[in-house]
């Protein structure tokens, strides 16, 4: 037998535990803070929080595993109480008209409450109790005020999240910005001050040096179309310009570009094809060896770096080796993540890039391989699908 109970509170306690819901919480903390104070008003010993994702109810938050793994019937008393916005006593009377697993742990009643203010509903929430809920109407009346000031709760700690969200995402294309714009810039920056000792002693300047710093000039001018389009920053997609390519001559153009900067380093580029043509964006593939290239030399003493190109059945693989320090395999799982900075502090901005050439390449169709010990170097497989090959 299971006695009735009377739910008894009063303004003062609504008052009291709404105060809990002030504090700056996020939207989980929110979710479990707003049914334990439920369930300590009606003195119940179980409560679990509905919100509506998708046009379905789900389970967001319950005090036991039991609860939150239960189904939720999409046309039963919690649909029924996020319809109409009132407040629902249940008593149960036998396991069919609760969950089997629910009523096994010793629930016989419920109260549904809506979590809305004005028009606009965010949930249910429904606490549970051993013994069977009596309920006034005043007490409705209260738990309905609850159920509102709850849902503000609930909308300011999704707008939180949703401003956290945005910052995070501002934050990582102005480091991808800073991180991209670096290379070109000190490039276009080295080679114009190479013409400029020229033009000095009244020399012509090299061609190759004009050619190299219009490349980069170009380069630049389209990271910052990408940098500068709200969709790029909104949704993280970059930009692309797909034609037929020369992967040879995109490897070229990157070696050129680290050349002058990091003298002391020897870039060896080896292969035996006539041509090697695939369909993508010039200038994105650029960015991809650039990037690998630029962390085989952050990582490394001045040595040689082997750049190897060969065409397989899979396509046109890009093999890159270096003498570097390596990376732990505990942090090689991670490396294409979007801040992952890795286990030494001098590896910081390389996960930044690594999800930038992640990205690019498989926009392209592309694969990537890193292999690498520490203190053994780091050999990069990229693997790109021949134009002939494209669908």
């Known amino acids: ?45 179980h409560g679990t929080l509905l919100r509506e994702q998708d046009g379905v109810l789900r389970r967001v938050y319950a005090t036991h595993d039991t609860i939150l793994n239960a189904d939720v019937s999409q046309t039963g008393r919690t649909m029924q109480v996020f319809t109409s916005k009132e407040p629902l006593v249940s008593i149960f009377k036998s396991k069919q008209e609760a969950h089997e697993e629910i009523w096994n742990m010793g629930i016989r009643s419920a109260i549904f409450i809506p979590l809305s203010y004005e028009d606009r509903v965010v949930g249910v929430m429904n606490i549970m109790s051993k013994k069977n809920f009596v309920v006034r109407d005043e007490t409705f009346l209260m738990l309905k005020l609850f159920g509102a000031l709850i849902s503000q709760a609930i909308y300011k700690a ?91 001559q995109v490897i070229e153009v990157a070696i050129s570009t680290l050349r002058v900067s990091f003298a002391k380093y020897s870039f060896t580029f080896q292969h035996k094809l006539q041509d090697a043509y695939v369909y993508g964006d010039f200038y994105k593939l650029v960015q991809v060896i650039t990037n690998i290239l630029n962390n085989a030399v952050k990582f490394s003493q001045p040595s040689v770096i082997k750049i190897s190109l060969r065409e397989s059945k899979r396509g046109f693989s890009i093999i890159i080796r270096d003498q570097g320090k390596g990376i732990a395999a505990k942090d090689l799982p991670h490396i294409f993540d979007e801040f992952y900075k890795g286990g030494q502090k001098q590896q910081i901005g390389m996960g930044l890039g690594m999800y930038l050439v992640k990205n690019i390449l498989d926009s392209h169709k592309g694969t990537i391989h890193v292999a690498s010990k520490l203190h053994k170097g780091t050999k990069v497989t990229i693997i790109l699908p021949t134009y002939d090959s494209r669908t």
Request: no cysteine; charged share 25%; hydrophobic share 40%.
């Open 158 to 248: 999704d707008e939180y999240k949703r401003t956290e969200e945005a910052v995070l995402v501002r934050d990582l294309f102005i480091a991808m910005a800073s991180h991209e714009l670096k290379t070109p810039l000190t490039s276009i920056m080295l080679y114009a001050e190479l013409i400029k000792k020229q033009t000095d002693k009244n020399m012509q300047p090299r061609s190759v040096y004009v050619e190299i710093l219009l490349k980069q000039s170009k380069l630049l001018s389209n990271l910052i179309n990408d940098i500068l389009q709200t969709h790029t920053l909104k949704q993280k997609k970059l930009h692309y310009s797909f034609e037929k390519v020369s992967i040879i």
């Open 1 to 45: 037998m299971h006695l009735a109970k009377e739910t008894q509170f009063t303004w003062e306690d609504i008052y009291n535990s709404s105060l809990n819901l002030l504090f700056p919480l996020t939207l989980e903390e929110t979710y479990k803070t707003a049914v334990l104070e439920a369930k300590k008003l009606l003195h119940a010993e």
